[in-house]
């Protein structure tokens, strides 16, 4: 797909200004949030995953379901090697999300979570840098301009990565 080639050459050729190169592969989808390290390791072998979310099959599914262009960009806060803070892993809502009040709960009387958690508060914010500098390289359509209407490369609406 032009599309996506297009995009993995402008990211490859700023790589070092997006602190590495860029790695494409396939999601894992998840329904639960993965927090142990072993886990997480353990679905990567078993199937060739890159990484896992929770949210990337949902709109996956309806771009194809609409016949548009999807891919997903991501960048990782926490590592197959990371077991996140039990606080966390309590605090993930079905949708994905993080329920600030239920991590500062989950901390308040376990201390020994407060290293965990300030080590993942400091890789979300640079994974939030990655995206946006990724949406800078890549610009807002990322890569879409002067390249066919939607649909005209029907293997781009399957998702999936790189």
């Known amino acids: 797909p032009q599309w996506r080639r297009a995009l993995w050459r402008a990211l490859d050729r ?17 329904a639960q949030v993965l927090a142990d390290a072993a886990a997480k390791r353990e679905l990567g072998v078993r199937y060739g995953a890159q990484a896992v979310d929770m949210e990337s099959a949902t709109l996956a599914a309806a771009a194809r379901g609409a016949g548009a262009r999807f891919l997903v ?27 600030a009040a239920r991590v500062l709960r989950g901390v308040a009387f376990r201390p020994r979570q407060w290293a965990a958690l300030l080590r ?31 649909g005209t490369e029907p293997e781009d609406a399957g998702g999936g990565s790189g």
């Open 14 to 30: 700023a790589s070092d200004p997006l602190g590495g190169d860029p790695l494409g592969g396939t999601l894992m989808q998840s």
């Open 73 to 99: 960009v991501r960048a990782v806060a926490d590592p197959a090697a990371w077991t996140l803070p039990a606080a966390v892993a309590g605090a993930v809502d079905a949708r994905g999300r993080v329920r």
């Open 120 to 150: 993942l508060g400091r890789a979300f914010a640079a994974a939030r840098a990655t995206l946006a500098r990724v949406t800078a390289i890549a610009g807002p359509r990322f890569g879409l301009d002067g390249i066919g209407g939607p």
